[in-house]
Structures are given as structure tokens and as C-alpha cells.
């Protein structure tokens, strides 16, 4: 993290960024169409699709598995950084000034040469001011536990405390271990924030995948949302509506053997064995581990685990992903156009 500051003073933090439908309810007409390729199965589905609007109010059920939603990677650049010098020296060159030191605030005075990205700019920028992210309480909290060992007091936390319970066991295991239990990074969230707003602004351009990092693996693509915790993605300067494909894997399992575990999968196989297993591979004859792995994904499929983690999935590596990640990117983008979404 950049600003590891433990003194930070109690009472600063964001301000609850409430939650606002933006888009149409799923209707049955909407389920027709999606589930068309699936037709013995569109009860299912149209479940699956009902259950999939989720709240940006931080509960139990999003956090659950904490930081295994999120690719903990360090982000290469602050992207707001690397726009404020572009717009700096832009805006000094606009306006002809001769000023040695031309300032971020002589740029934002600057407004009759500020385009559409540069509002955006400016929106994060004096968001992000005005809410730094070392004040939020979920940072705050762990950052002071790490650090000293002290658990700030309670009754002054804003959000679910059972949540901040779960972060706090996990950076006991970790300790235990001799490591440090840190999912904040401070420079990937100030570049989902910015991301996000140049993404619903529709002021994103296509090089602005350089400057996110944004890679795109199997049907998936991976980008500064991916990157940090959940928990975390609902402090915007706007208001948002997130969606997720509940069970998101099992579902399509469960579409492609006719069946229904979807439900129950993460209860008979916790989620990092289920993942381990799917994806599971060797490109040599390895028949041992094969049926390790299957006698792992029967005690959610039964004997029909071997049509899940298939010999083709097993000895390709990434097929299993690359095969389940074509399902939910279909899925997502007939979400998109049923529902008018952009």
C-alpha cells in the first residue's frame, strides 16, 4: 500500500454510496431468449438470471470468500497519476500560459479546454481527494491489526462487522504462516475508480487497455474490477448497480449434464478445491492424479464427474476455463442487450 498510516483520524471515511437500479427487471421474455440454447433447463437459468442483481451495500454473502474473487496483483501504474501529467501539460500548452510551474489546480481553473475525459478526470480526482481510500474503514481497520495488533474499536465501524471479522481471521492465518494479510492496494483502486468512470461515461477509448493493464484469458476479461476486493467496488462518485451470475461455473455444469448442483456445490466442495479441480490438467499420461481429481468434483456430481472434468479437459491446460468462460460471456452479453444495458 502506499500510505500505510495507522494515526489516521476515526471519523473520516466515504460517504455509503447508496444503490440505484439502472436497468430493466429480468422478464420472461428476456429469459426465452437466454435460455433458448438451453431449452430443458430455462427454469434454471431464469433462477440463476432473477438472482444475479446484487447491491453495492457491502453484505456477508459478497464477501464470503473474501479476497478468492479478485487477482491480487500490484497494478503496474497509477493511472490517474499518468493522466494528471498528460492533462497538466495539455492544459498549460491550451492556455499559453508561461507559468514555471504550472500546477493540477491552474489545469482544473483551466475549464474552457477540458473535454468529456477530462470531466471524468476531474470527477475521480476530486472524489478520491475528498474520500481518500486510506480512510475507508475496511482499509483502515486491517491496516491498524496489521501494524499493531490492536482491533480499532468496533462501534465506530460503519459496515457489517461480521465482514471485518472474516478479514481479521484471515490475517491470524496468515500471521501464523509469517505472512502479512493485505487485499488492499490503494493504486488498483484509485485505477478502478477511474476506470469505471471513463467506462459509464462512455469516454473510454481503446488504448486505455495499455494504460489499465486490461488482458483477456479464455472468454474472461481481466481488468482493474478484477483487481481488487469486492468489498470494495461499490465506493464510487456515482451511484451503481453491480450484476453477477450466481454459482457462475456449477450453472453452466449443471446446463451442460442436465442437472442441478449448483446450489449445494460450495457446501460439498469448498470453492479453492472446486476451482482445483476443474481446472485441473496434465499433457502427460497422469492417471493417478486424474482420478484424484475426480473423486474430488463426485462428491458434488456423483459418477457423472467425469463428464465435468472430461480426459479432453483434463490432459488441455485452461480447457475447462476456456469451455465455461464462452457460456458466461454469452450470457452476459445477451444480459447486456436484453436489458438495453450499455
Do not use: W
Not at 121 to 133: C, D, K, T
Not at 278 to 290: E, G, Q, R, V
Amino acid at each position: 500500500m502506499e500510505n500505510n498510516n495507522p494515526n489516521i483520524k476515526e471519523e473520516a471515511d466515504f460517504n455509503d454510496i447508496p444503490s440505484k437500479s439502472i436497468s430493466k427487471e429480468v422478464n420472461e421474455k428476456n429469459i426465452e431468449q437466454l435460455t433458448e440454447p438451453f431449452a430443458d433447463n430455462k427454469e434454471q437459468l431464469a433462477e440463476t438470471l432473477t438472482d444475479i442483481e446484487k447491491l453495492t451495500e457491502p453484505v456477508a454473502e459478497i464477501i464470503e470468500t473474501l479476497d478468492d474473487d479478485f487477482i491480487n496483483t500490484p497494478a503496474k501504474v497509477d493511472a490517474m497519476d499518468e493522466y494528471s501529467k498528460e492533462f497538466i501539460l495539455r492544459n498549460k500548452q491550451d492556455c499559453g500560459s508561461k507559468k514555471i510551474r504550472f500546477t493540477i489546480e491552474d489545469a482544473l481553473l483551466n475549464t474552457t479546454f477540458h473535454t468529456k475525459r477530462d470531466e471524468c478526470f476531474i470527477l475521480v480526482y476530486n472524489y478520491l481527494r475528498e474520500n481518500p481510500p486510506e480512510r475507508n474503514d475496511f482499509i483502515k481497520y486491517l491496516v491498524a491489526y496489521n501494524e499493531s495488533g490492536v482491533k480499532l474499536k468496533g462501534k465506530y465501524f460503519k459496515y457489517d462487522l461480521e465482514i471485518l471479522k472474516k478479514y481479521y481471521e484471515k490475517a491470524d492465518k496468515k500471521k501464523k504462516d509469517g505472512d502479512l494479510y493485505n487485499p488492499f492496494n490503494i493504486k488498483a483502486y484509485r485505477n478502478y475508480v477511474f476506470y469505471m468512470i471513463l467506462k459509464l461515461h462512455g469516454e473510454y477509448i481503446d488504448s486505455d487497455d495499455q494504460l489499465f493493464n486490461v488482458s483477456t484469458k479464455g472468454s474472461r476479461e481481466y481488468n482493474p474490477a478484477t483487481k481488487i476486493p469486492s468489498i470494495l467496488r461499490g465506493f464510487l462518485p456515482i451511484e451503481i448497480k453491480e450484476y453477477d451470475i450466481k454459482s457462475a461455473f456449477p450453472t453452466f455444469i449443471d446446463m451442460e449434464l442436465g442437472t442441478d448442483f449448483r446450489n449445494e456445490c460450495y457446501e460439498k466442495l469448498d470453492k479453492k478445491a472446486f476451482a482445483k479441480a476443474l481446472n485441473a490438467h496434465s499433457t502427460k499420461p497422469n492417471k493417478d492424479y486424474y482420478y484424484k481429481c475426480i473423486e474430488q468434483l463426485e462428491k458434488v456430481y456423483g459418477g457423472r464427474a467425469f463428464e465435468v472434468l472430461t480426459e479432453e479437459r483434463f490432459s488441455e491446460k485452461g480447457r475447462a476455463f476456456r469451455d465455461l468462460t464462452k457460456y458466461e460471456k454469452e450470457f452476459i452479453e445477451q444480459f447486456i442487450i436484453e436489458n438495453n444495458e450499455k
